[in-house]
């Protein structure tokens, strides 16, 4: 029951991300940032991409993935159509892992200590769902405020 709710909340979740990134009407502006907007859009989806792949892909499915996170930050005018390819090849390798857990894998402790402290595998999956709603949010926002057609 658990990983079934894991699954339908990173589909719903990386399914808006796909959404809110597509509903750009001028793809520069997933770049804008401003003196209080440290962050653009584009970057953060750059960054859930990253923060997903790694901590569910590489660490608990064994992709091989490498993470960049500076490049998460870094990398600007990726086009629209590389995010959004990003987040639906994201949102398969997360569906895919989350799949193949089970309850037993899910209380045990995650398999690398984040944060200087033990924590189990459930306790850091709703923990990057939350950080993965966290950074919808301020897209979201972004796109409302910022996103200025020409």
Aim: glycine share 4%.
């Amino acid at each position: 029951m658990v990983i079934s709710a894991l699954l339908e909340l990173f589909k719903r979740d990386l399914n808006i991300l796909h959404v809110e990134i597509n509903l750009y009407s001028n793809e520069s502006n997933l770049w804008i940032t401003s003196a209080d907007i440290k962050n653009s859009p584009g970057n953060l989806s750059l960054h859930l991409c990253g923060n997903l792949q790694h901590f569910i892909g590489a660490v608990l499915g064994n992709t091989g993935y490498i993470r960049d996170r500076e490049a998460e930050f870094s990398k600007k005018n990726v086009s629209k159509a590389e995010l959004l390819t990003s987040i639906d090849n994201t949102k398969e390798v997360v569906m895919n892992v989350l799949e193949s857990l089970s309850v037993d894998e899910l209380e045990k402790d995650y398999p690398i200590e984040v944060f200087k402290k033990k924590m189990t595998t459930i306790y850091f999956l709703i923990h990057l769902h939350s950080h993965l709603n966290y950074h919808l949010g301020q897209i979201n926002y972004h796109r409302r405020l910022l996103d200025k057609a020409e």
